[in-house]
Structure formats: structure tokens, C-alpha cells
């Protein structure tokens, strides 16, 4: 196969011209798919001078495994245990997003604990997705081994809890159309509390551990700057949006799922580097855990699930929509078309992090090879979601 | 002073590896084939077939209507109906299923199949130790693998068991005047070992 | 290199005297130092990670030390979905491996394609073009099922003969290490598998 | 935030000449759409981004869908004379419409927070003529996605600076996500296959005559 170097141009090439020093030379190095950063089958084609990067062209589609084909051609239900498995670390999310896309599509209310239980969640969800970014991000930069097995340590909790609810540690495939498949018991939600209550005590530990870190600040700070313009342009949404000062959080923008009821603050950064980004998942947990104590506080009794929903032979009406939620990883959405069959026309997933990866280039254009790998690490990406 | 960073951050770490020896919540390895951590009553992992009585080919609760194979996300599972009818539990004559395998190497364990059953004939199974050295046919579990009695289904998800249960037995009253008198009810086969597992 | 009486070691062991074979001994030593390949795929690969963390410690086995670089690895664990785009890389990366290899095929997407088989970019099974030791169905398998699995496979290594007609696989010459590589066509992967080991049984109901 | 039908005349005063039309949508959701013609797309799309009211500078996604042809079936009550008496009589009339790609764009503004404006551009056929303008100079999240909608829709995105394969390898020739594509052949191990993975199966084990057996099993009554 070929390298993808085809656009590289010739102008922009040096002169291959013999002489004592190789400097200038390009070197076309492939990195991936198979690599020991923890980022899954994610290729990059780096040109390098020296030990600089002055190219760089991401390859994808090494986890295509064609979700949104098969979503056109299942059921609505049918869709809702793939959506577990794109981003993997968020099945919770994932669930939401779809399943408030279509009952946008087809006009269905849901009930008031469903809604409280999707938000307690999904902010669960992002505690456990933040703190294994963490573990990961370290682990890209050389801290082997140590802060992941912390952060899988209090993932382990988080998952234990969506085990005992919907069945499964990852593939949740708990929210549907109208609701939440079964009610979170009393115990349960006393469990969860408890999970949550300690979890600042894990977060000041890490936090203690790689804030004030002299060599994770000699390889964060000023490291792939990106500027508020470029990521408005470029799509750019989530944490990473936020990281470089820009003020839109869709919890707040579009005030899906009671989240107005709640109070938290969003984080901003100031200087767009990578250093901004992983402090931004570390401040956004801490207001994750303010949102978890107001829901838990407020959660009502009731129904979990609108009895008027069928849940064999759906059918929406004609028509398209367009949901999408805060994701721990930036803005995802389902785009969907009915043409009033059982099985959706058009079936697409906007997917966070495959288009948060469009500036890669430019973050990492003058850095050497090395911020590379921190760099894409703070981009937080899960290939399950970006080849789909 | 530069260092004190890192410093504190070796004090975490000594911490923690000083604690894993006594703090219980740092020490949190399972020592798996010998310890295991309880599995909650919804843990799911592959489905299986729902038997009342003793008899795992007379009191099946499958009518073969193949719901769960139209619905069934990746298509596992597979059903040939029966062309003679038998009577069920409840003393009705009703199809069964002839073949019904399941191809537990596609099976997602989404549990859509338990969701549209209205038989309440499939429900999850808990087992997971299930690697194999060989794929094809030691994967497709067939009808005999597959069926496992209600006692089984009560040791391994007691609340859920108890609710199916409740309403089978509900049904059952109100169809009662219709059905012959000597029919049993669900749930009669409490006496019965459990034999999947 | 024949196994030993069972009676005559029992009878040794009473006497304080511990006997083993060469086969025994190095099977031992190979069966608690598997060394895997780091290398995830997909979902599965999380719950290999998560069974590498402190709550699973797959370090119990001897098989914590992942290694980058196949050329170091005695295992791989192919943990996920296998498209027909990372196919030709897998099997370039068994490939590499040196014998004696084995493979562990992790969740339904690495056996036959699991729920993504009817996509055109999933590869079903990827015993199609690697021989495989030990499947372990299960969407995603939990962290135990890999243990499970991995518990199977010092098993086989421990069974495994270095002598006589049915000696393992590594000893003997005439048995390939390495299988070739699909190539991407225009419309699929070319070959769609590799016949000398993907023979798939008529279904008998 | 202004109503469709008043972007689209303020849009109409700002590029003259250029059409537009609203595409209605029947769902709860009432996303309606706004069409726009290719020849001044990138300049309808330089307006809605750097118009102060609107401020669309946030392109959140882009997405391409395959039309094949249909036909619409119209009633139309017409009054006919008939026996003498005139009567109103329904007309049945069938209208071909043929098939297009078509790409969406899902519109936001981060300066405002309002959205989402959708607009979307049809291809003229489904095979001969695909293309349309790229707007990867508006918003540059439209690159991969383009991209992407040329891997597997093949609408050529004219003017976009890096228009290769994406997910897909370089050699391949289809483009997937079309209504009309046929997946590779490789069927030859269903233990359990019904509805259209059946017919697919079938189709794979007809040349194998060992199999005869076994398709007989499978074709269900």
C-alpha cells in the first residue's frame, strides 16, 4: 500500500542532492497500526527532519467495521447494543445520544427518574472515561504502568456499578426509547453514592501526583497549542474545545436530559496545550461529582419508562433528526432518516473524536516525535468511534 | 524548588504501595480461579432456554414463534419450527422448536431476545468460563446445551425469577377457567436439581 | 525425554526425592512466562488492559510482561474486531513472532466477526488466515474469561510432546511458522482466506 | 434565532441568482432543511458563517445519503365528466423522481449558541455527475468528513485539498454505504442464517454441491 505521501509536493521536498550532512532530508516514518501507545489501530504517516515532525497524515479505517451500514439495515432497537461498542469507554453516553435522537425523531417524552438516572449515568460515565485518560495520557508519556493501574483501580468501582444495573461492565446497552431499561434499586443508589462520595479522595491523590510533576510539565506545557479560532473551524468540541478558553458546553447550550436543574461551573482553559486538556478532564471530573450530588439528592420515584413506547415493530414517522449530547469525549450526535419502515434509511454517528483528530496536523507540526504520542494521547480518542 | 513535584508525586506512590499490604481499598486483586468476585443478580453473559418440570423436551416454554431470530441484532440465533403441536405446561397444544441453535461466537449478549419474548422463554445465562480450543461446531450450542430448568434460572437470578414467576402463575389464573383444571402451574418444578449447571 | 512412571515418582517422593522430565521442566518454565504481544484491537482490548490492572493481575500467570515488539512475544492475544484493512498487518505480525507462537482469538469479533460480520470491512474470524490456540466467546469476555483462557493455554503448552510422532508443532520442520499475507483488492481481501486452514465443517443439524 | 424561511431570504438578497428551497421535514423533530444550489454554495456558505445575526461558525456534521430512484405516487382530484354528471374523480399520478447523493451539513453557532441550521446540496446523478462544491475552506470540520463521504458515497467534493480514501484501503473500488452495493462474498461458514444473511448464504453455497444437503435444512418453511 502506499505511504498516502502522493500530495506531498515536490516543491515542498529538498533537493535530494548527495551531500556530507543529511540534514534537510525527510524521513517518512509509519506509526502504527500496531504501536505500544495505548490509542488502539491508529496510524500516522510522519515526515521527520531529524527528530522533528514537518508532516503528518493520519491513516484510519484499521477498526472500520462499518456500524452505520449496519445500522441501516437493523431495527431501531436493533442499533442500540452497536452503539455500546463505539466509544467503548462511554457505552452509557452512547446510549443517551442515540436514544434522545430518536425520540427527537419520533416525539417520545420520557419520564422524569429515567431522566435523572441517564444524567447520573453519564456523569459517571465521564469520572471513569476522564481518569482512564489520565492513566493513558501518562502512560503515553512514559509513567508506565503506575497511574493506569490507579485509574483502572477506581474505574473497576465505576464499572462494577453499571455491571450491577444494566448486566455488563462495558457494553451497558441500558437506555431506551422512552427511558431506562430496568429501575436503579435504593441499594444501588446508595452504592453509587458511596462510589462517588470517595472518589475526590482519589482525585486529590492524583492530582498530587502529576499536577505540580516538573517533568509532565516539561512535556505538557507549551506543547501543541491550539488557538480558539482554529478549533471553532475545525469542529473541534469537549474538553478540548474548552482547553483552549472557549465557552460551549452542550449540558448548558442545549439543556438536554434536566441538566439545567443542576449547578456546576464549566472549565475553561487559557493556553489551548496539552497541559490545558489534562487539567480540563481532571477540573471537569470535580464538577461531575457536583452534578452526581444534586441528582442524587433530587432523583424522584416513578416510572423508569413511557408505557406508550412500543418496543417490537418501532416505527417513527417520516422524517429526520438530529440529537446529540455532551459526551465525555466532545459533541456527539446520530443523525437519522426514517423513511417510516422499521429500519432507519440513513444511520450516521457523528463521531467526538475522529473529528477532533482533524487538527492533529497542525498541534504537532515543529514538535518532535515524542510530543506526538502525548499529544494524540490528549486528544482522547477511542478508534471504536473514529473508524466506526 | 524544582523536584518537589516529583517528590510528592514518589510520596503518593509510596503510599500506596506501602497501604496495598494493609488499607482494604488498595488491595483489590481477586485471586481468580480460586477467589472469585460475586457476579450481581443482572449479570448477563449468553442466553439460554427456559424448562418448567423435569422434562427438558416437554416443558419447554419455547413456541419456536421466532421473534427472537427477527430481532436478534447480529442474527445468532437460528429456529426451525415443529410441524406437530405438543401440549405445554399448561396442558395447551403449541409448536416447539424443532432446531434451535445459537451461535454463541456472534452473540453480543445484548439481551434483546429476553426483552421480546413473550413467553418468557429465553432468559440470560451467567457462565462465561466458556474457552474452547475448537470454533465451529463446539460454539453453536444447540437445544440440548441450551435448555436449563427454572431451578437453574432461580439460582442464578433469584429476584427476577420470583417476579417471571408471579406473572406466569397470574396468566395462568386467569386462563384457568378455560384450561383444564389439572393443569400445574409455572413454577412447580422448585423440587427439581438444578441440571446446567 | 519419555514421561515419567507415575508410581516410580510417587514412590521417590515419599523418599524426599523430587523427579522430573525435560519435557515437564521446560513446559513448566515456558507455561508460566508467556509473554504477549501488546497489541488491542478494539473493546477487547480494554479488558485485556483491565486484566493486566491490579484488580485481575493477569502477573499471577506470568504473563504481565507485554511486549511492543512481536519479535519478543510468545502470545498473541487478538483482542477485538479484525477489519479487512489490519488483517494483511496481523498476519505480518504473527508472522514476526518467533515459534513456538500461540494465539488467543479474545470475543466473538476475533472468532467469526461476532455482531460486525455483515459489515463489508469485517474480517470473519481471523482464523481465516492464523491458526488459533484458544477462543473465548463473549462481547466483550470479562476480565476472568481471559484467565480462563489463559489457564487453557498453559494447559495445551503443558500437553505439548517435544519428542516422538506427535511432537508440538514448533519442533516440526515440516509445519509452516508463517502464512502468507493477504493482499487488498478492488473489492475485497484477496484471498478471501487462506484454504489450507480455514475449513469450515458442512453443518450437520 | 431567525426562522428558516427568513435565512433564506436574507440569504436570497446576498448571493442573487442563486436557489433555494426548503425542505420540509415530517417528523416530531421539525429539523427542516435548507437546500442550496451548487453554483453558490461556498458563497452561501461564507454568508451564514460570517453573517453577525447568524455566526454559523461551528460545522458540526457532515454527512452524505444515497437516493435511489423512487417513485411518488400523486392523487390529484380532478373533476371529469362522467355519465353526464361532473364529478370529481381521484387521478393517480406516478412521478419518477431519479436518484441523487446528497450531502448534509449540520450547522452551529459557538458565538451565538444557536443552531442548528441545516443545509444540504444534491448531486445531479447518482453515477456520472458527482460532484459538488467542497466547503472545507468554510469550516475546516467538513475535511475528514468529506473525505469520508467520497470513500463511501463517492460524491466528489471539488476544491477540497485532500480528497483520497479514507476508511477504506486505497485499492478498493466500490463506495459502501450506497443503497446498491454488494458486499465480498464470504459466506461460507452461516450456522445460523435466516432472512437476507439466508439469501446471501444460498447464494454462496449454490456452487457446492456437498452443501445441497445443509440448504435444504436452512431454507425454513
Known amino acids: ?388 | 524548588m524544582i523536584g518537589t513535584g516529583i517528590l510528592k508525586g514518589m510520596a503518593v506512590t509510596a503510599r500506596n504501595f506501602v497501604g496495598s499490604y494493609f488499607e482494604k481499598e488498595r488491595l483489590i486483586t481477586v485471586q481468580y480461579p480460586e477467589e472469585r468476585s460475586p457476579l450481581p443478580e443482572n449479570y448477563r453473559n449468553f442466553p439460554f432456554l427456559i424448562y418448567d418440570t423435569e422434562d427438558a423436551e416437554a416443558g419447554l416454554r419455547c413456541v419456536a414463534c421466532k421473534i427472537c431470530e427477527k430481532e436478534c441484532p447480529p442474527q445468532c440465533i437460528y429456529i426451525v419450527k415443529s410441524e406437530d403441536k405438543k401440549p405445554d405446561y399448561m396442558g395447551k397444544p403449541q409448536f416447539y422448536p424443532k432446531i434451535f441453535d445459537i451461535d454463541i461466537s456472534v452473540c453480543m449478549s445484548c439481551q434483546i431476545c429476553v426483552e421480546v419474548c413473550p413467553f418468557e422463554a429465553i432468559k440470560m445465562d451467567k457462565v462465561f468460563e466458556l474457552s474452547t480450543r475448537e470454533r465451529f461446531d463446539a460454539l453453536r450450542q444447540g437445544k440440548d446445551e441450551l435448555s436449563k430448568s427454572n431451578t437453574y434460572y432461580h439460582s442464578i437470578h433469584p429476584i427476577e425469577a420470583a417476579e417471571v414467576d408471579a406473572k406466569l402463575a397470574e396468566a395462568a389464573a386467569k386462563k384457568k377457567p378455560a384450561a383444564a383444571p389439572a393443569a400445574p402451574t409455572a413454577g412447580t418444578s422448585k423440587s427439581t436439581p438444578p441440571s446446567g449447571s | 525425554m519419555s514421561d515419567i512412571d507415575e508410581g516410580l515418582r510417587g514412590e521417590l517422593q515419599r523418599q524426599g526425592i523430587w523427579v522430573t522430565s525435560m519435557q515437564e521442566l521446560y513446559n513448566w518454565g515456558r507455561k508460566n512466562s508467556i509473554w504477549p504481544l501488546q497489541f488491542g484491537l478494539a473493546c477487547c482490548a480494554i479488558e485485556m488492559i483491565a486484566t493486566a490492572a491490579s484488580r485481575y493481575d493477569i502477573a499471577r500467570f506470568g504473563g504481565e510482561v507485554f511486549r511492543p515488539s512481536p519479535r519478543q512475544a510468545d502470545l498473541m492475544i487478538v483482542a477485538g474486531t479484525v477489519t479487512k484493512k489490519m488483517a494483511p498487518q496481523i498476519v505480518r505480525l504473527y508472522n514476526q513472532m518467533p515459534d513456538p507462537k500461540y494465539v488467543i482469538s479474545m470475543g466473538a469479533c476475533a472468532i467469526s466477526g461476532g455482531p460486525f460480520k455483515q459489515g463489508y470491512n469485517v474480517l470473519k474470524g481471523i482464523d481465516r488466515y492464523i491458526p488459533v490456540d484458544v477462543y473465548i466467546p463473549g462481547c466483550p469476555p470479562r476480565p476472568e474469561a481471559l484467565l480462563h483462557a489463559f489457564m487453557e493455554l498453559q494447559r495445551k503448552i503443558d500437553e505439548q510432546k517435544l519428542s516422538g510422532s506427535n511432537k508440538a508443532e514448533h519442533l516440526r520442520p515440516d509445519q509452516p511458522s508463517e502464512f502468507p499475507v493477504p493482499a487488498f483488492g478492488a473489492h475485497d481481501l484477496e484471498p478471501a482466506a487462506n484454504a489450507d486452514l480455514f475449513r469450515p465443517p458442512e453443518i450437520q443439524r | 434565532m431567525e426562522t428558516l424561511a427568513e435565512i433564506k431570504a436574507r440569504t436570497e438578497t446576498v448571493a442573487p441568482g442563486a436557489r433555494l428551497e426548503i425542505v420540509s421535514n415530517g417528523s416530531p423533530s421539525q429539523q427542516a432543511s435548507l437546500r442550496i444550489d451548487n453554483e453558490h454554495a461556498v458563497e452561501i456558505a461564507r454568508f451564514l458563517r460570517d453573517d453577525p445575526e447568524l455566526r454559523l461558525d461551528f460545522c458540526s456534521n457532515v454527512t452524505g445519503v444515497d437516493w435511489l430512484d423512487r417513485t411518488i405516487k400523486k392523487t390529484v382530484k380532478v373533476k371529469q365528466v362522467v355519465d353526464g354528471v361532473e364529478k370529481e374523480v381521484d387521478q393517480i399520478s406516478e412521478e419518477v423522481i431519479p436518484g441523487y447523493l446528497e450531502a448534509v451539513y449540520h450547522l452551529y453557532s459557538i458565538a451565538r449558541k444557536h443552531g442548528p441550521v441545516i443545509i444540504r446540496m444534491r448531486t445531479a446523478d447518482r453515477t456520472a455527475e458527482t460532484q459538488l462544491p467542497s466547503l472545507t475552506s468554510i469550516w475546516r470540520s467538513a475535511e475528514f468528513q468529506e473525505r469520508e463521504i467520497f470513500d463511501l458515497y463517492g460524491i466528489h467534493f471539488d476544491g477540497h485539498p485532500d480528497l483520497r480514501r479514507i476508511l477504506m484501503w486505497d485499492e478498493f473500488e466500490d463506495y459502501p454505504m450506497r443503497k446498491d452495493y454488494r458486499e465480498p462474498d464470504d459466506y461460507e461458514y452461516e450456522p445460523t442464517p435466516h432472512d437476507d444473511v439466508l439469501e446471501k448464504a444460498k447464494r454462496h453455497y449454490a456452487p457446492r454441491p456437498q452443501l445441497d444437503g445443509a440448504e435444504k435444512i436452512t431454507a425454513q418453511p
Open chain 1, 1 to 388: 500500500m502506499s505511504l498516502g505521501f502522493q500530495e506531498l509536493e515536490a516543491a515542498e521536498r529538498p533537493p535530494t542532492i548527495m551531500t556530507s550532512r543529511l540534514e534537510g532530508e525527510l524521513l517518512e516514518v509509519s506509526m502504527g497500526p500496531q504501536h505500544p501507545s495505548t490509542h488502539g489501530v491508529f496510524r500516522m504517516n510522519v515526515a521527520l527532519d531529524g527528530e522533528i515532525v514537518r508532516k503528518l497524515k493520519p491513516v484510519f479505517g484499521y477498526l472500520h467495521r462499518n456500524h452505520e451500514k449496519i445500522g441501516e439495515n437493523t431495527s431501531y432497537l436493533g442499533s442500540m447494543p452497536y452503539t455500546d461498542r463505539l466509544d467503548y469507554f462511554c457505552s452509557m453516553t452512547n446510549n443517551w445520544a442515540y436514544a434522545l435522537s430518536v425520540e427527537k425523531l419520533a416525539g417520545i417524552e420520557v419520564p422524569e427518574r429515567a431522566e435523572y438516572l441517564r444524567v447520573i449515568l453519564a456523569e459517571l460515565t465521564r469520572l471513569q472515561n476522564h481518569a482512564s485518560l489520565l492513566g493513558f495520557l501518562l502512560s503515553d508519556m512514559g509513567a508506565w504502568g503506575t497511574p493506569l493501574m490507579y485509574a483502572f483501580r477506581e474505574r473497576e468501582k465505576i464499572l462494577d456499578l453499571f455491571e450491577s444495573l444494566s448486566g455488563s461492565r462495558m457494553m451497558c446497552d441500558y437506555m431506551r426509547f422512552g427511558g431506562c431499561r430496568v429501575d436503579a434499586s435504593p441499594e444501588w443508589l446508595a452504592r453509587a453514592k458511596e462510589v462517588v462520595n470517595r472518589f475526590p479522595k482519589f482525585l486529590d491523590e492524583f492530582e498530587n501526583l502529576i499536577v505540580e510533576n516538573e517533568i509532565l510539565i516539561a512535556r505538557t506545557q507549551n506543547v501543541g497549542k491550539l488557538s480558539p479560532g482554529l478549533a471553532i473551524s475545525a469542529g473541534i468540541t469537549g474538553p478540548m474545545l474548552r482547553a483552549c478558553g472557549v465557552n460551549y458546553d452542550i449540558r448548558k447550550v442545549d439543556g438536554y436530559g434536566y441538566y439545567p436543574r443542576f449547578k456546576f461551573r464549566i472549565p475553561l482553559g487559557e493556553h489551548g496545550d496539552t497541559y490545558d486538556r489534562l487539567m480540563m478532564r481532571a477540573l471537569e471530573m470535580r464538577e461531575s461529582i457536583a452534578i452526581l450530588n444534586q441528582a442524587f439528592e433530587q432523583i424522584p420515584a416513578g416510572p423508569v419508562m413511557n408505557p406508550k413506547v412500543k418496543i417490537r415493530a418501532f416505527k417513527p414517522p417520516v422524517g429526520e433528526a438530529y440529537g446529540r449530547i455532551e459526551a465525555p469525549k466532545g459533541e456527539l450526535g446520530f443523525y437519522l432518516i426514517s423513511d417510516g419502515s422499521s429500519n432507519p434509511y440513513r444511520y450516521r454517528v457523528r463521531p467526538p473524536s475522529f473529528i477532533n483528530l482533524t487538527i492533529l496536523e497542525d498541534l504537532c507540526l515543529g514538535h518532535t516525535v515524542a510530543d506526538v504520542m502525548v499529544i494524540l494521547g490528549s486528544v482522547d480518542i477511542v478508534m471504536g468511534e473514529v473508524d466506526r
